[in-house]
């Protein structure tokens, strides 16, 4: 059983980059929404056949094993911290926005969507299970809660440091900035709130806090570190 640190942040708060420099510097697996995702599609997910299958409710053969596998034949830290950077549209479309829409009749793909994310659940599971991972959203700190060897910490800033580091990183205009950063609030409090009836702000959700208005991304780094260490000393 390794250390697994879950990591939950505010867009433009600069916890992608925390949570990458602690993986860099711990030698731990990084698994963020883009890195599943890519995993996800390596192991033939979705596929129509699979699809169909998932809404069914029928197992997928070896569905788990092929994401694991995937995953074991990529980089263990991305290059690029920020998981928007990285991803595609298909699956922020997917998972971000259309899973979250009312309605009493379910789409097809809203259900893919829901088995889609019970696929992330195992896949994070295992990761507890077997391995040293710093595990980025995708409810990590809900999914391991009661695991003894995780660690949660959340990652927050005000909404002008967050308009400055995405109008700095993006090159976007401040009202720009400040819609893609209110439209990811409430899209990541919804998705832990519907799938895993938490509100994401809940400060007993986490052990660790860190203002990245008053912690530099290097001091957050050390801190998350020197949490993993310590954890898996105290785990021997």
């Known amino acids: ?3 697994v640190i879950t990591v939950s942040r505010q ?27 890519r995993a996800a599609e390596i192991a033939g997910f979705p596929d129509p056949q699979m699809v169909r299958a998932l809404e069914e409710r029928e197992e997928v053969p070896g569905l ?9 034949s990529m980089p263990a830290v ?16 997917l998972v971000n926005e259309v899973v979250y829409q009312e309605s009493v009749a379910v789409s097809n793909r809203e ?21 040293n991972a710093v595990v980025v959203g995708r409810g990590g700190q809900v999914i391991l809660a009661r695991r003894r060897n995780a660690f949660h910490v ?13 109008m700095a990183r993006d090159e976007l205009s401040r009202e720009a900035a400040e ?3 209110r439209r990811s609030d409430r899209n990541r409090a919804r998705y832990l709130q ?25 001091m957050g780094t050390n801190a998350i570190v020197a949490a993993a260490r310590w954890l898996a000393e105290s785990l021997r």
């Open 1 to 3: 059983m390794g250390v």
């Open 179 to 181: 819609q893609d950063i």
């Open 194 to 218: 519907r799938y895993h009836d938490v509100d994401w702000e809940d400060p007993r959700l986490y052990h660790l806090q860190l203002n990245t208005d008053l912690v530099p991304v290097a």
């Open 11 to 37: 867009l433009g708060s600069q916890g992608s980059y925390i949570a990458t420099m602690a993986a860099q510097t711990l030698g731990f697996r990084y698994l963020d929404r883009e890195v599943l995702h």
């Open 111 to 131: 259900r893919a969507a829901a088995n889609y994310l019970d696929l992330v659940r195992k896949v994070i599971s295992r990761v507890a299970d077997e391995d």
């Open 64 to 72: 788990l094993q092929r994401v694991f596998d995937a995953l074991g």
């Open 154 to 166: 959340r990652v927050f800033a005000s909404l002008e440091t967050r308009v400055r580091i995405l």
């Open 78 to 93: 991305p290059s690029v911290p920020s998981a928007t950077m990285r991803e595609g549209g298909y699956y922020a479309d």
